[in-house]
């Protein structure tokens, strides 16, 4: 990652960045460890804030960008993401943006499969040209379409992303830095993470707090506006209630409703260990959630093919996300 080592990494080694207690925060997120496949793994921005952009631009766009990597039964998961928020769009440099409630999902929900877990955000202020804007969008547009779930559909993505934000980014006097966190973690831990543009040791983070719509508050519910700052969420989950969702487990699903559909019993037998298969080597579900998921849709095949067998055209599998695995 040239972009986030040559310009994040430096620029950034002496701003705050902490985590805050579970009382300091509005959902009572606890810091805990992550503990290797028992959990899914998610990672949102909270809210910002901007203050003294950079004078030397008209006008500009701030944006956001994001790389975060972890390990991955398909080998190591690497997501990026490039968003302009509406109110960063077109700024002129004069003014003061104030608090962005954001809650913009970063990554996940993915399996945490162990190994170390890696994030890099930066928010930059792109300079306002007639090519930017469009840029942005097209960026923007590749990152919607690549999610932040599936690294399947997600990796073609990846390098376009990357390199796209770079030539923004990296060209003379185009862009500058405003806020950026980054981190390795072995042993990631879950909670809320605040970096600040501010020395370290110049702020009590402690005397802060997290209000309901995520913005930075000091203990009298007043909106803190001394510096610019990220506000980030990592947060562990046992279930992940959007597992219909999976492209490979839904397509294979979609198979077999079409031969019970048609009174294929003994196809449909063979098309249900192909969804067996892609459930549980799916390297998007925890293994009990696969077993989960491959009982419930055993035992709906088993109650519905007898009455198919014998005709009853009416008779089909109920749609994939109808369904209750144990887990959901």
Known sequence: MGLFDGVLFKKTQNWIFEPLSAKQT???????????????????????????????FSRF?????????????????????????????DVPTDSVVDIVE?????????????????????????????????????????????GVSYWNIAKPFV????KGIELLVGAQGAAALEIGAHGTWPKPRTGYYLAMRAEKGTVAVNSLKVAPDFRLTDQSDTPYTDYPYLLLAVEADTTRPDWFTIPDI????????????????????????????????????????????VGEVEETLRNTLPATAVGAASIHLPDLETLRPAFA
């Open 159 to 162: 390098d376009p992303v990357k």
């Open 26 to 56: 509005p959902d009572g997120l606890q810091s805990a460890n992550i503990e290797p496949d028992k959990y899914y793994l998610s990672v949102f921005l909270r809210s910002m804030r901007i203050v003294n952009v950079r004078k030397a």
């Open 61 to 89: 766009y701030g944006t956001v960008h994001s790389h975060i990597s972890v390990p991955h039964l398909d080998g190591t998961i690497e997501i990026d993401t490039v968003t302009t928020p509406d109110r960063l769009k």
């Open 250 to 293: 839904r397509a294979a699903y979609k198979a077999l409703q079409e031969d019970v559909r048609q009174g294929n019993v003994k196809t449909a037998d063979q098309t249900f260990q192909v969804f067996r298969r892609t459930a549980l080597t799916s390297p998007d579900l925890l293994r009990p959630h696969a077993t989960a998921i």
């Open 102 to 146: 954001f809650n913009h999902r970063l990554l996940g929900p993915v399996p945490y499969r162990g190994g170390d877990f890696v994030f890099q955000v930066g928010l930059f202020s792109i300079k306002g040209t007639d090519l930017a804007e469009p840029f942005l969008d097209v960026l923007q547009s590749m990152s919607t379409a690549a």
